[in-house]
């Protein structure tokens, strides 16, 4: 009789570590890094990061910072959000320049915090203006040390033959993504930068299209000889269940189910014996 309570136990107990489900070790990583942001003193700014989960189970993350310089406020990094396994998410960040903000590149961190994964630290170089001074129509830094020269004659040469219109560059994550402008087909992204040129200042719609992805979209503002920049990173659409995948047990059922199991198989038991009798 007990070795046959206690064989129950062990099947049930192998039956709840199918069905419970494990989180395992997650990999949670920023997909648009490095980031940049141009700040005039006294004003905010914002921007978007985005956070892919690629390991397994849903979890709970927020954005932490570091080495922020004292006159930088950053908002929006203590939210708690859920990202479910092959998932994406975004946070959007704003950071305030105090009016006394010395104006040149600076820089501070942030990254990814969470229970199943370690923490990934990179960089946000933040660009104070000059009192009068816009935004430079060029790439980033980090764009620059790897791109070279050749981005950067390219973006002059586009600024002279027309500096009555503006441009815009496109990148998705992932990539080969359909790219329309104001609903007009204008091609697909690729590894590197999509541009689209010769565009009328002006609010303009870029939206990208992919197969299995949910449809991206922004209204951007172009202005004369200067560059509009989309970073669209696209989430994966949610796949339905099929009826005939079994269903996992909840694992706050799975110790009643093993105690029903093995009460059940000592009831049987006792019942034989006593027959047998």
């Not at 010395?102 to 994964?117: H, L």
């Not at 870029?206 to 669209?232: I, Q």
Request: proline share 6%; net charge negative; aromatic share 8%.
């Amino acid at each position: 009789m007990y070795r046959t309570a206690l064989l129950a136990i062990i099947i049930a107990a192998s039956i709840s570590n199918c069905c419970a489900d494990s989180s395992g070790r997650d990999n949670i990583t920023f997909t648009d890094a490095p980031y940049t942001v141009a700040i005039v003193p006294g004003s905010d700014a914002s921007f978007d990061v985005t956070l892919k989960n690629a390991g397994v189970g849903y979890v709970d993350v927020n954005v932490i910072v570091r080495s922020v310089p004292d006159w930088i406020l950053v908002n929006g990094t203590n939210k708690l959000r859920v990202i479910r396994r092959g998932g994406s998410i975004t946070y959007p960040i704003t950071i305030h320049a105090s009016r006394g903000a010395p104006p040149g590149t600076y820089q501070f961190e942030i990254a990814d915090q969470s229970m199943a994964d370690r923490r990934t630290w990179v960089p946000v170089d933040v660009y104070v203006l000059k009192e009068g001074e816009t935004a430079p129509a060029r790439i980033e830094e980090a764009e620059e040390k790897v791109e070279g020269k050749a981005t950067e004659e390219k973006i002059v040469e586009i600024t002279k033959s027309s500096p009555e219109l503006g441009f815009i560059r496109v990148r998705s994550y992932p990539s080969a993504a359909d790219v329309y402008l104001d609903n007009v087909y204008q091609g697909a992204t690729d590894v590197d930068w999509f541009w689209i040129y010769n565009l009328t200042p002006g609010n303009h719609t870029v939206s990208l299209e992919k197969y299995g992805y949910e449809r991206y979209a922004e209204t951007v503002s172009v202005s004369e000889g200067n560059m509009t920049v989309v970073s669209a990173s696209m989430s994966e659409m949610p796949t339905i269940p099929s009826e005939t995948v079994p269903k996992k047990v909840p694992a706050e059922l799975i110790p009643l189910a093993v105690s029903l199991l093995a009460a059940a198989v000592i009831t049987i038991a006792i019942h034989r014996r006593n027959r047998n009798k």
